[in-house]
C-alpha cells in the first residue's frame, strides 16, 4: 500500500496537474457552450425580433455566467406559444361574454302557434290522465 507521502507526490506531479487541469477547463468550456444553446433556443421561443435574439445571444457569449444572469432579468416572460394562447383563450372568453350579453338583451319571442301547441297539448295530456283514472 502506498504511502501518504507518495499519494501527495503523485497528486503534485506535473503531469497529472495538468491533466486535471484539462479536465476543468474542458469541463467549463462545455459548460459554456450548453450555455449558449439553452439561451439560444429560449429567445428563439421567447421572441421573434432578430435583434433581440442576437444581443441576448452575445450577452451570454461575451460575459457567460454573468450575462446569463443579465439574459434571465431582461428576457420576456412568456414564450411565443404561451402568448398564443393566452391570446385565443381571451378572444374565446370575450366571444362568450358578447354572445351571453347579446341573448340576454333579446328577449325571445314566443311564435302564436307554440302557445295555442302547448294549451292544445296540456288539454290532451289532462284528458289522458282523467281517462287512465277512470
Given at each position: 500500500?502506498?504511502s501518504?507521502?507518495?499519494?501527495?507526490?503523485w497528486?503534485?506531479?506535473?503531469?497529472v496537474?495538468r491533466?486535471i487541469?484539462?479536465?476543468?477547463v474542458?469541463y467549463?468550456i462545455?459548460?459554456?457552450?450548453s450555455i449558449?444553446i439553452?439561451?439560444?433556443?429560449?429567445?428563439?421561443?421567447?421572441?421573434?425580433?432578430?435583434i433581440y435574439?442576437l444581443?441576448?445571444i452575445?450577452?451570454?457569449v461575451?460575459?457567460?455566467?454573468?450575462?446569463?444572469?443579465?439574459?434571465i432579468?431582461?428576457r420576456p416572460?412568456?414564450?411565443?406559444?404561451?402568448k398564443?394562447f393566452?391570446?385565443?383563450?381571451?378572444?374565446?372568453?370575450?366571444q362568450?361574454?358578447e354572445?351571453?350579453t347579446q341573448?340576454q338583451?333579446k328577449?325571445?319571442?314566443?311564435s302564436?302557434?307554440?302557445?295555442e301547441?302547448?294549451?292544445?297539448?296540456?288539454?290532451?295530456?289532462?284528458k289522458k290522465?282523467k281517462n287512465?283514472?277512470?
Amino acid at each position: 500500500m502506498p504511502s501518504l507521502s507518495e499519494i501527495i507526490a503523485w497528486g503534485t506531479s506535473p503531469n497529472v496537474s495538468r491533466i486535471i487541469i484539462a479536465i476543468l477547463v474542458g469541463y467549463i468550456i462545455l459548460l459554456w457552450i450548453s450555455i449558449i444553446i439553452w439561451t439560444t433556443k429560449d429567445i428563439v421561443s421567447r421572441s421573434n425580433n432578430v435583434i433581440y435574439q442576437l444581443v441576448s445571444i452575445l450577452l451570454v457569449v461575451i460575459f457567460n455566467l454573468f450575462g446569463l444572469i443579465i439574459y434571465i432579468t431582461i428576457r420576456p416572460a412568456k414564450t411565443l406559444i404561451e402568448k398564443f394562447f393566452e391570446d385565443l383563450e381571451y378572444e374565446a372568453l370575450s366571444q362568450t361574454t358578447e354572445e351571453k350579453t347579446q341573448s340576454q338583451s333579446k328577449p325571445k319571442k314566443a311564435s302564436g302557434r307554440k302557445l295555442e301547441n302547448n294549451k292544445s297539448n296540456k288539454k290532451k295530456n289532462k284528458k289522458k290522465k282523467k281517462n287512465n283514472i277512470t
